[in-house]
């Protein structure tokens, strides 16, 4: 997906602010993910649409949660990585230690952080990948329709707990 320049204004943007959010539930504790309910593409991120300078434009929730909440413009920085949780819909940022989404740089310095003290991570801190793309996507709707009606956790964990097709053995953290 081609870099889009963006920029959210807190003010001139609020309709659209208000449009992504709705679109977002988030769990209740400290450490749930805060999971995209709207649009999900083939490769099992969200799709978040949007006008600029006149023009429809596509963006990714965990990218535009960057411009809205931290004040980074998405076509600065290279991947918005999930660090603490990699479920591919959450859009968690916070910009303190209660994010799960960080741009590349400070995502792998706290995934480095997170191996090394082994400790803080959620449940679920396991990676998604190693499943094919088929499978990730139809687990990323899986999560959207397990908090339709609002965060279920027990929803939540089932979806999360459940191997994907072809995955080897999880690799779970310590708690
Ligand atoms: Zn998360």
Redesign the pocket.
């Known amino acids: 997906m081609a870099a889009l320049a963006l920029r959210v204004d807190p003010i001139a943007d609020a309709g659209e602010l208000a449009r992504f959010w709705a679109k977002v539930v988030k769990g209740p504790g400290s450490g749930?993910?805060?999971l995209w309910t709207g649009a999900i593409s083939d490769d099992d991120y969200g799709r978040f649409y949007l006008k600029r300078e006149g023009r429809a434009r596509c963006v990714r929730p965990n990218r535009y949660v960057l411009a809205a909440v931290l004040g980074m413009d998405p076509a600065n920085v290279a991947v918005a990585e999930?660090a603490?949780?990699d479920?591919p819909l959450?859009v968690?940022v916070a910009g303190d230690a209660t994010g799960?989404?960080w741009p590349s740089t400070q995502a792998l310095n706290l995934a480095r952080m997170a191996m090394r003290s082994r400790g803080g991570g959620?449940w679920w801190n396991w990676r998604w990948r190693g499943g094919d793309r088929a499978s990730t996507a139809a687990r990323s709707r899986a999560l959207r329709s397990a908090v339709a009606n609002g965060w279920d956790a027990t929803a939540v964990r089932a979806v999360l707990d459940a191997p994907l097709p072809g995955q080897g053995v999880l690799q779970l953290f310590d708690d």
């Open positions: 749930d993910c805060w999930h603490v949780c479920v959450c968690r799960h989404v959620p």
